[in-house]
């Protein structure tokens, strides 16, 4: 029963990590369905820059960084261009599908797969060959429980709910709608950028890329 559950949430963190950064875009009321497309992104960002510097906390930021540089291209299309939400998200994935494809077979000689890279400090609780539980895996229930706390119970988490629910009211209050949907679609979005990161490989999403984050019932309970 323990190793099921460390393999469960082994498998699950990289979803509730996307998941957590599609919550904050849907919140805003931006639709974000190119999740799929900024975890393609973070992963292969994870692994370069890990490779290159054989450092896998650089490897964490440049996941991060790729994901929020799609988040905030997203953003700009949507908010900036008034480009539909739907068709934006279309095109960011379909956009890192291709790049992320032919940058692994022209980087690394292996189409939809790359070498392994170094890890972020793993733990094996049941032996060498149990599941491995990064520190990723274990802070993504701790980082749930405080966004659930942020977007309920605090005064920026209620402006975040306004932007998505009533732009207009929140705008007579004072408050800037199209500055908030942009912070929360750019800057929650690294978070699947770590989705990548916080898997076994970044080979494993990019092979599948089909992984198809479908985030429901974002509305959480109150």
């Given amino acids: 029963m323990s190793a099921l559950l460390a393999i469960t949430l082994a498998t699950a963190a990289p979803l509730l990590w996307a998941a957590m950064g599609g919550l904050l875009s849907e919140r805003s009321g931006v639709v974000n369905i190119a999740l799929e497309g900024k975890i393609l992104g973070g992963a292969f960002a994870a692994v370069a820059v890990s490779g290159y510097t054989g450092r896998p906390e650089l490897g964490l930021v440049g996941a991060a960084a790729a994901g929020a540089l799609l988040g905030l291209l997203h953003a700009w299309l949507c908010l ?8 934006s998200g279309v095109a960011i994935n379909l956009l890192a599908l291709g790049v992320t494809g032919y940058a692994v077979e022209a980087f690394y000689g292996l189409p939809g797969a790359t070498p392994s890279v170094a890890k972020i400090g793993v733990w094996r609780p049941w032996g060498g060959e149990g599941p491995a539980i990064s520190p990723l895996h274990v802070s993504v229930m701790a980082v749930w429980l405080l966004l659930t ?3 309920n119970r ?11 629910e009533n732009p207009e009211a929140l705008h007579a209050a004072g408050g800037h709608v199209t500055r908030i949907r942009t912070l929360a679609v750019g800057g929650g979005v690294r978070w699947p950028g770590w989705a990548a990161r916080s898997s076994r490989s970044a080979a494993s999403i990019i092979s599948a890329s089909a992984c198809r984050v479908a985030v429901g019932f974002w509305r959480w309970p109150r």
Wanted: glycine share 14%.
């Fill in 154 to 164: 605090t005064p920026w988490g209620l402006r975040l709910h306004a932007a998505g």
């Fill in 80 to 87: 900036g261009c008034r480009i539909d939400q739907i068709v």
């Fill in 149 to 151: 706390v942020f977007v």
